[in-house]
């Protein structure tokens, strides 16, 4: 297989696989919506105060949020990050796990909310990371490198990735220095 | 019963020439005698023989003057006439008539299916060199293309064709074609591997797109592209 000329992923695919996991997990949310709007219809009038309005955009949060830390932890991909090829791993080339994945994803927000500012970074950075990868310590790498040692080759974690720990989830190690 | 003249004559004649033969063969029997006389024997064996020889030249001339009267009444336009008039006349449809009454052409057909073996016939017919030139000279003559391209162009064809897709038959086939495993199994895989090449096309161009729009940033800084550390 050849890989392309850089191993981390880009600005475009991950544009594109944050915009397919964004239109599923909205999916899911407008989904679970409307069932729970129309069993309240069922019951009587159903008009959402303010309170209401705070806890359903909580909800959303939180939906989304357990969307991308659920694949993130498990699979290392959504399913937008799974049709482009690309994953998330440590810094270190391992699976990325709970706790990382959720500071991931709030620091995902926190690149999205100043009108993606956040993913500036990309485009300087040598291995390609967001606001959100370097708060999490984690890479996007395409997920063509399936074997220890390809990810250790290309990702270039010779020395602190021993071969048992890529695949597992790892507790938050200390980030190395982007070049 | 009433006696025919001409039936009394004919037994006349029929005994007259029986009993000439008689005579004939009891006339021969002092020369079969004499044959086998030992002087005269030999003799008599010789005239014999000559008299065969002479009979054996009289015969073949006289067959080959029946043939040379046969062929000049066979090619006489009288003939030819008469058979005109045969043909033309009321006693051929009389054949026909009682050739179909008589079934006589299914009764033909029958005996020789029965008595020959048609597979080994139409075998021997289809292997036959003479068949197969046919065939090749049929095939490669474009009398036969322009006839299937009448054919094909044809009122006829485009009535069957209607026909053949109003069937319900037809309808039966397809149903059965569309719903069959290997057809929807092909389907599949074939919407599966556009799907995949879809993909792929568009993976590819997001990654050119990374390291251009990558390089048009770090351009516009003046940064290049330092090596992964």
């Known amino acids: ?179 | 019963m009433a006696i025919d003249a001409r039936d009394v004559m004919l037994g006349l004649a029929s005994r007259g020439a029986l009993a000439g033969l008689t005579v004939a063969r009891a006339g021969m029997v002092p020369v079969r005698l004499a044959a086998r006389a030992p002087v005269v024997g030999p003799r008599l064996r010789r005239t014999g023989e000559g008299l065969a020889r002479e009979g054996e030249l009289l015969r073949e001339e006289a067959r080959a003057a029946a043939e040379r009267l046969v062929g000049s009444m066979i090619a006489a336009p009288e003939v030819e006439r008469a058979i005109d008039l045969l043909l033309a006349g009321p006693l051929m449809d009389a054949a026909g008539r009682s050739i179909a009454e008589h079934r006589v052409v299914e009764r033909v057909a029958t005996q020789m299916v029965l008595t020959v073996d048609v597979d080994r016939l139409i075998d021997a017919v289809l292997d036959h060199e003479v068949t197969e030139r046919a065939i090749e000279h049929v095939l490669a003559s474009p009398s036969l293309e322009r006839f299937v391209a009448q054919v094909v162009e044809s009122r006829f064809a485009q009535d069957v064709t209607e026909q053949l897709l109003a069937s319900p038959e037809l309808e039966r086939i397809v149903a059965y074609i569309a719903s069959s495993p290997h057809v929807v199994e092909a389907i599949n895989k074939h919407t599966q591997s556009l799907a995949q090449e879809m993909v792929s096309d568009v993976r590819s161009r997001t990654q050119k797109a990374d390291d251009t729009a990558e390089r048009v940033v770090r351009s516009w800084l003046r940064r290049p592209r330092p090596e992964p550390s």
């Open chain 1, 1 to 179: 297989m050849t890989h392309p000329s850089v191993p981390y992923a880009g600005i475009a695919t991950r544009a594109v696989a944050l915009a397919v996991d964004a239109a599923l997990a909205n999916a899911i949310v407008l989904t679970g919506g409307g069932v729970l709007a129309l069993v309240g219809s069922l019951v009587g009038d159903m008009q959402l105060d303010t309170l209401g309005k705070v806890v359903a955009a909580a909800a959303w949060v939180v939906v989304v949020g357990t969307y991308f830390v659920l694949f993130w932890s498990t699979t290392g991909q959504t399913p937008g990050m799974r049709l482009m090829h690309v994953e998330v791993r440590t810094a270190l080339g391992a699976r990325v796990g709970v706790p990382r994945a959720i500071v991931r994803v709030v620091g995902l927000g926190l690149a999205i909310i100043p009108l993606f500012l956040g993913f500036v970074p990309v485009f300087l950075d040598s291995r390609r990371r967001g606001l959100h990868d370097f708060l999490a310590a984690t890479v996007v790498c395409y997920a063509d490198l399936e074997t220890h040692d390809e990810v250790v080759a290309v990702i270039g974690a010779t020395e602190l990735v021993p071969e048992e720990v890529v695949g597992q989830a790892v507790s938050l190690p200390t980030p190395r220095p982007s070049a």
